[in-house]
């Protein structure tokens, strides 16, 4: 991983100086390694803050929406997740693909703070791939118990760039994908309900899930404004906190590439991702495999039509 | 000081429930909030913090106010504020109880907040002594001692036993009542003390330097360069202002119904771009006007005008919940002084 970085930084620093770039955006050293930020850097002075870990979980891509909209080129840094995303963006008109030069970086999978909280570890013994967590206690942990549930799951490909910077075959998931909306369609309706109620009940409607995600790009979300008559900066029952989220759920399906950000900074560790997760499953069953963000000029699912388009009520019923 | 083996201790939440209703660290779904004691819930007081702050118990994130029904040509106004009746919290840490302090502040001058002085009123606290403060935690900056974090009991884990020590008239009522505890010994309280403050000492943020956050600067401070680079990142959630124990900010809302209308408040946010719509509008227009606000206020603002207490306990919270890494501890350092 720190050969990764050095490499990285070399790019970054030989196309600002080239004047190929005037800005790059990546992550940036924390107070406590694992309090990584996202930062634009305009000088190779200020990479000295630069960094490319285990904990670089957070999706850059949503911050091209602005950024491109400024003076000059930003060089990217993104892991492959990222870069579905990216693709997508492009696909809706939200970046300037032309102030953007692309590097897509090798990921093994990123650290889920929570559970490194969790677990009380609070040693990080180094920040290669092959690292040791190990809790006050001295437990010692393997880095595939600690990685974000999205990395655990992960199936995406480093996309087409200018550029990309990889050392290692790319790991494959541990786990199925749908391994949970499984379960989930298996329950009951009551069960199902009583699930999802216990998790969304601990919704403090802070809307980072909203915020962090990188299919809502709305200029104001129809929540925030007072005009729409439905704005909410609260729950004002157990209802609406459900609401939200699967209206949100909806308005993202057949753009969502499951980059897994909402469940990522949910304060309260809700699930949120599989709310997505059954629409792409659903999907899946009626239009044939799709990853949104796998390119940038198809019509998705949703918004193409086709005459051999099933009834989604052959397939499910009613 | 009275004690209890942890093995019984539902036995002593029973008994307290029993008497009055008791509040608790519980988790449900993965995640530990506040939240009543009631058969089956999955109490929880291993985690060193609750998500949302104890502050949800005086000020929760909605309650109601008024209630506007309406027939023909008829208002009828009914106060819809929930009584208050004496309740317990119980498993408040050092860095909780001190932001009530804080509230206190802000919703106990005059005008006196009702709805926040009734609920206040009621409460009879039992603190938590933090066996392992993490390394987001840096309450002693802001001088609370973790070891011993006040309120009407505090309570202390030693071993497989938890000891009680009455601090105020309150407290000792509720003691003398309670049944399930038996006479408990002070030596063990006072070494397990002694080592949670050398835990202290070790912490990576304990000597955060906050010298330059006076009245007199306050121009200069707001005027820094360094608050766009802090700010980058943020992403203009409401998570740092929501699982923060000191943020006060609230809007009051009017909910439609069939026949009438549903006065509530709810916290706000000043992350928020709909915050604050003075006349017409937000006045802070960009994501950096909104962040320096939050700390402004926290850390210049607050402590002009209260004596010189800050309005940030160093719970951590906002170090550990920010989806970016964004937080109070890297202001500190920028601009705080010699950090």
């Not at chain 1, 990889?166 to 699930?195: C, G, H, Q, W």
């Not at chain 2, 719509?277 to 700390?295: D, G, H, I, S």
Request: with cysteine; net charge neutral.
């Amino acid at each position: 991983m720190q050969k990764l970085e050095t490499l990285m930084l070399e790019k970054a620093k030989n196309l600002l100086s080239s004047g190929e770039v005037s800005r790059v955006l990546g992550w940036k050293k924390g107070e406590l390694g694992y309090d990584v930020e996202p930062s634009v850097f305009t000088s190779a002075q200020s990479l000295d803050n630069f960094v490319y870990n285990v904990f670089c979980g957070a999706n850059l891509s949503k911050y091209l929406v602005q950024e491109t909209k400024k003076e000059g080129k930003i060089l990217v840094f993104l892991k492959p997740c990222d870069s579905y995303s990216f693709n997508q963006l492009i696909k809706e008109h939200r970046i300037n693909k032309d102030k953007v030069y692309t590097v897509g970086v090798e990921c093994q999978g990123k650290i889920d703070n929570y559970k490194l909280k969790e677990n009380g570890i609070e040693v990080v013994e180094s920040f290669d791939e092959e690292v040791d967590f190990v809790t006050v206690n001295g437990k010692k942990f393997t880095k595939g118990e600690i990685v974000l549930g999205k990395c655990s799951v992960c199936e995406k490909k480093l996309l087409d760039y200018d550029e990309v910077i990889s050392i290692n075959e790319k790991r494959s998931p541990d786990k199925d994908r749908f391994e949970m909306v499984k379960k989930l369609e298996s329950m009951t309706a009551d069960e199902r309900y009583a699930f999802w109620k216990d998790q969304l009940s601990n919704c403090i409607r802070c809307n980072a899930c909203r915020n962090v995600c990188p299919a809502c790009t709305c200029t104001k979300c129809v929540f925030d404004n007072d005009n729409s008559g439905i704005a909410s900066k609260a729950n004002s029952d157990s209802f609406e906190e459900k609401m939200f989220h699967i209206i949100r759920a909806f308005h993202v399906a057949g753009r969502c590439t499951d980059c897994g950000e909402c469940s990522r900074v949910c304060p309260q560790h809700i699930p949120l991702h599989l709310l997505n997760r059954k629409f792409i499953g659903d999907i899946n069953r009626l239009y044939g495999t799709y990853q949104a963000g796998e390119d940038t000029t198809s019509k998705g699912p949703l918004t193409d039509y086709t005459k051999q388009d099933v009834d989604p009520s052959d397939v499910f019923g009613g | 000081m009275k004690k209890i083996a942890i093995s019984n201790i539902e036995k002593l939440y029973n008994e307290i429930s029993s008497l009055q209703e008791l509040y608790l660290p519980v988790k449900k779904a993965g995640a530990t909030n506040f939240a009543k004691y009631e058969n089956g819930v999955d109490v929880d007081i291993k985690s060193l913090q609750t998500v949302k702050s104890a502050k949800d118990l005086f000020f929760p994130q909605s309650e109601d106010m008024i209630d506007f029904k309406v027939s023909g040509k008829n208002i009828e106004i009914k106060d819809a504020r929930a009584q208050s009746n004496p309740f317990v919290l119980f498993g408040v840490r050092g860095c909780d109880l001190k932001s009530f302090e804080v509230l206190d502040k802000v919703f106990l001058q005059e005008p006196v907040d009702t709805m926040y002085k009734s609920k206040r009123d009621a409460v009879t606290v039992i603190t938590l002594a933090c066996n392992n403060p993490e390394s987001s935690c840096f309450c002693k900056v802001f001088g609370v001692d973790p070891a011993n974090p006040k309120g009407d009991i505090q309570a202390t884990i030693v071993g497989e036993e938890m000891f009680f020590e009455p601090l105020t008239d309150k407290g000792s009522e509720l003691l003398s009542k309670l049944t399930t505890l038996e006479d408990g010994d002070e030596k063990a309280v006072e070494s397990e003390k002694k080592e949670i403050s050398q835990k202290v000492e070790k912490l990576p943020f304990v000597n955060l330097d906050l010298s330059n956050f006076k009245g007199e600067n306050l121009m200069e401070l707001f005027d820094r360069p360094e608050w766009e680079e802090l700010s980058k990142a943020c992403l203009g959630c409401g998570t740092c202002t929501f699982v923060c124990p000191t943020c006060q900010c609230f809007d009051i809302r009017d909910f439609e119904t069939n026949d009438g209308v549903k006065r509530f408040r709810c916290w706000d946010s000043c992350m928020y771009s709909e915050f604050t719509k003075m006349a017409a509008e937000n006045p802070r227009k960009t994501q950096m006007q909104r962040y320096r606000q939050r700390f402004m206020h926290k850390l210049v603002y607050f402590p002009a005008n209260n004596g010189g207490e800050y309005s940030c306990v160093g719970c951590g919270r906002c170090v550990k919940k920010c989806p970016q890494s964004l937080n109070i501890v890297k202001v500190i350092k920028k601009l705080g002084g010699k950090n």
